[in-house]
């Protein structure tokens, strides 16, 4: 069975820094594509950031040169550092198999709240 783990977020200030994870099991994660989602509040689930197998990374246009995701196969785990970060950051971080879109079992998320 598929399971998604993320951890790491929390309170910051707006220009911080947050790192997540994402532990993940039932699936070959080296072999798999994987992505961060968010959404936030009042509003629908929004593509952040995704990496291939092959450590290939992509990011949607408001988060790039901000962010930062990176994969960990001998842990099972994908992470997304937070840097710069800005109110509109503010949102509830999901993980997820696959390269692009929004479609996917994701975990519970991690709550993100950039706030001064």
């Known amino acids: 069975e598929e399971q998604l783990v993320e951890s790491g977020g929390g309170l910051v200030q707006p220009g911080g820094s947050l790192r997540l994870s994402c532990i993940a099991s039932g699936f070959p994660f080296s072999m798999a594509a994987m992505k961060w989602l968010r959404q936030a509040p009042g509003k629908g689930l929004e593509w952040v950031s995704s990496i291939t197998s092959s450590d290939k990374t992509y990011y949607a246009d408001s988060v790039k040169g901000r962010f930062a995701i990176s994969r960990d196969n001998g842990k099972n785990t994908v992470y997304l550092q937070l840097n710069s970060l800005q109110t509109d950051d503010t949102a509830i971080y999901y993980c997820?198999?696959?390269?692009?879109?929004?479609?996917?079992?994701r975990g519970q998320g991690t709550q993100v709240t950039v706030s001064a």
């Open positions: 997820a198999q696959g390269a692009a879109g929004t479609g996917g079992p």
